[in-house]
């Protein structure tokens, strides 16, 4: 049984990848990844067949519309309301300490938010210098051989993809 | 903006407008409003109110308080049983309170806490189905201004007054705060505790603090004018 699936797994081979010989395949290191390759496969099929058995009900989906809610049970989050605790004119200097801290982290929270604002994201950096790289170029190559620079650069782009090596 | 914002609301009312808008991908509800099937439903009475980007919630006038996991509350103990105290808050529910929930609490080192006294916690379980627990540290152990509250005076008040006041953009406390020295602890549980230097600006804060529940701000302006000036004649 588990020739007959090792030829038919080595016939798929042959057809997709290049084809070893057969010396080679029949080599102890070879035979036992084929082997390995088999019992998974072997383990997958029936993995398959048991799930093909179960019984699944057809239920319409509910959750599509149910996260776009999400519940606030408390007012501070709301009203975005202060720590409760408060002294004033030095009466107690541990809690002025501790409203100090809490208006520091408030303002921090606030000047994060503007800047988010103002700044640039990342995202839009990129794709700025990304379509700039070609634009610049240009500038500085004649009119003539424009045509042939764009060439280069593509040429310079297909240059840097992977090259597999050949097998033999 | 939605419809019916800023506007007086009851419950059952369907707010069709916010579950059909496409404007906000994504809404949180607070407190007064919820889910049913498909519907933003109100479940309290008051004024709709709203904050961006899409936070919408129910300004309602109560005086019972309901506990909410995560608000500072203020509490007196009314009895210790064992290993935890029982605290209430003012809700349906006596609150527990481990006594190893106090900075620098353990097995052996007790804190110092008697019958009677005023604590100011945070609800660690908040929970329908629950007795509320609160504690006096936060996540790092430190205390961070809870714990027991001695001295002081201490009066209740509506649930929306308490909110008005520790409001971001209530000014009340800290107008007071430039001419008298004090202190004081907000329960969100509609109780407030003043502690100040001489009895009369005790009970001028307390004053000013209770009438303050429907002043607009030029209004609390005027009040605390007038206060202080009554105070130094």
């Not at chain 2, 409003?33 to 109560?62: A, M, Y």
């Not at chain 2, 604590?119 to 329908?128: D, Q, S, T």
């Not at chain 2, 971001?168 to 502690?195: F, S």
Request: charged fraction near 30%; hydrophobic fraction near 35%.
């Amino acid at each position: 049984m588990a020739a007959g699936m090792g030829e038919g797994v080595h016939s798929e081979r042959e057809s997709g990848r290049a084809h070893l010989s057969k010396h080679l395949m029949q080599m102890k290191f070879m035979q036992r990844r084929q082997d390995n390759e088999n019992k998974v496969e072997f383990e997958e099929s029936q993995q398959r067949r048991i799930d093909e058995t179960h019984w699944v009900i057809d239920v319409p989906e509910l959750t599509a519309k149910q996260n776009r809610y999400s519940l606030e049970p408390s007012h501070i989050a709301c009203e975005c309301l202060k720590f409760g605790r408060m002294s004033f004119k030095g009466f107690n200097p541990a809690i002025e300490k501790i409203m100090k801290t809490y208006d520091t982290e408030q303002e921090l929270e606030l000047a994060e938010e503007r800047e988010k604002e103002i700044a640039v994201s990342d995202d839009e950096m990129a794709k700025r210098y990304d379509s700039l790289i070609g634009t610049v170029g240009k500038k500085f190559v004649k009119k003539r051989h424009r045509s042939s620079a764009d060439n280069e650069v593509e040429a310079k782009k297909s240059k840097l993809g992977f090259l597999k090596p050949s097998d033999d | 903006m939605a419809a019916h914002v800023n506007e007086v609301v009851l419950p059952g009312d369907i707010l069709q407008e916010l579950s059909d808008s496409e404007q906000y991908p994504k809404l949180r509800l607070g407190p007064g409003l919820r889910i049913d099937v498909d519907n933003v439903v109100v479940c309290k009475c008051g004024i709709l109110r709203f904050r961006e980007p899409s936070v919408f919630w129910v300004d309602t006038h109560q005086k019972r308080y309901v506990p909410v996991k995560g608000e500072n509350i203020l509490g007196i103990v009314i009895s210790k049983a064992g290993d935890v105290f029982k605290v209430d808050i003012g809700s349906s529910e006596m609150a527990t309170l481990s006594y190893l929930a106090f900075e620098g609490a353990t097995k052996r080192n007790r804190p110092n806490v008697q019958i009677g006294d005023l604590i100011y916690g945070k609800l660690l379980v908040a929970n329908k189905d629950m007795e509320p627990e609160i504690v006096c540290i936060d996540s790092t152990g430190r205390s961070s201004g809870l714990g027991v509250i001695s001295g002081g005076f201490m009066f209740k008040c509506s649930l929306g007054l308490v909110r008005k006041i520790v409001s971001p953009d209530c000014q009340l406390m800290k107008l007071l705060g430039k001419h008298m020295p004090y202190e004081t602890a907000v329960g969100l549980n509609g109780r407030i505790w003043i502690k100040a230097k001489t009895l009369s600006h005790t009970i001028a804060i307390s004053n000013a603090v209770c009438c303050a529940e429907y002043m607009s701000k030029k209004q609390t302006e005027v009040m605390v004018k007038q206060i202080v000036s009554s105070q130094w004649t």
